[in-house]
């Protein structure tokens, strides 16, 4: 092992054995338990660096996974350009659907944001400017969008991410 003054490898630092020279020193000449200590420390340290890795991975490796896409119909309710450091804009939909047995309509809502840095090439003013006048005139929207596996904020707010925005044609009844 090392002598006084010299460096430790990386393993002996930050995987000590309880036989090793940098656990067994007491220069200090503290109680028994402060080689103990050091030793705990040191496996804690190396478990939140390599779960702090783990989740900085995901993160740069979800935020680039697409794994869903699809199609949602309802009102808007909301938009708005929210956060402290970074502006982003985040919507709010009410999903029609028909409660089973009594064929009444229940709500549910659904949160989604704009993707400020338009990957696929959608334009950020006009989805905006398309869902103000949806939420204005109070039609029924048809919203296209793909969903992430994680969300950097300062892309977005929700893994939720608008595509595209049409409204909805009314399908007239034939009177049967």
């Not at 309802?74 to 064929?103: D, P």
Request: proline share 3%; aromatic share 12%; glycine share 8%.
């Amino acid at each position: 092992m090392a002598n006084k003054g010299e460096r430790y490898s990386f393993r002996e630092k930050w995987f000590p054995l309880p036989n090793n020279d940098i656990l067994n020193k007491d220069t200090d000449s503290y109680d028994s338990l402060k080689p103990l200590m050091r030793g705990v420390w040191r496996w804690a340290r190396s478990i939140v660096l390599g779960a702090s890795a783990l989740w900085a991975g995901y993160e740069f490796i979800g935020n680039n996974i697409e794994y869903g896409q699809g199609v949602r119909t309802g009102m808007i309710n909301k938009v708005s350009e929210k956060g402290l450091f970074w502006k982003t804009y985040e919507c709010q939909m009410a999903l029609e659907r028909i409660v089973s047995g009594n064929n009444s309509v229940g709500a549910n809502v659904w949160d989604f944001s704009i993707d400020r840095q338009a990957w696929h090439g959608e334009d950020t003013q006009e989805l905006v400017e398309k869902l103000n006048d949806a939420l204005d005139s109070g039609t029924k929207v048809k919203a296209k969008y793909i969903q992430t596996l994680s969300i950097w904020p300062w892309r977005a707010g929700t893994t939720y991410l608008l595509q595209d925005i049409e409204p909805v044609k009314k399908v007239e009844d034939k009177g049967d």
